[in-house]
Nanobody, 115 residues
């Protein structure tokens, strides 16, 4: 089992920035593909971005050009840099990875966009 934990959420004005962090347990962190998902109230959880073991990334169309996912394997951490935030980015953000066929999720970090 892999334990994941998110941090960095908070309240920010439209147009502002936040950086989320996803820490993970496990000695083979560098081999994990890590995904960031989000879930807004009343909506389904959706993929925001993911990064694989060699650093290849993909993004939801709604965040392309605004969000950047990266990883630091020396710190067992994946980051989600979020710029130009808009109201539609309001959500709980989760990181996840699948290991041995099992999905592992953190408890989430809340991002609130408000003026």
């Amino acid at each position: 089992q892999v334990h994941l934990w998110e941090s960095g959420g908070g309240l920010v004005q439209p147009g502002g920035s936040l950086r989320l962090s996803c820490g993970a347990s496990g000695s083979i962190f560098s081999s994990y593909t890590i995904g960031w998902y989000r879930q807004a109230p009343g909506k389904q959880r959706e993929l925001v971005a993911r990064i694989n073991s060699v650093g290849s990334t993909d993004y939801a169309d709604s965040v392309k050009g605004r969000f950047t996912i990266s990883r630091d394997n020396t710190k067992n951490t994946v980051y989600l840099q979020m710029n130009s935030l808009i109201n539609e980015d309001n959500a709980m953000y989760y990181c996840t990875t699948a290991v041995n066929g099992r999905d592992n999720w953190g408890k989430g970090s809340l991002v609130t966009i408000s003026s």
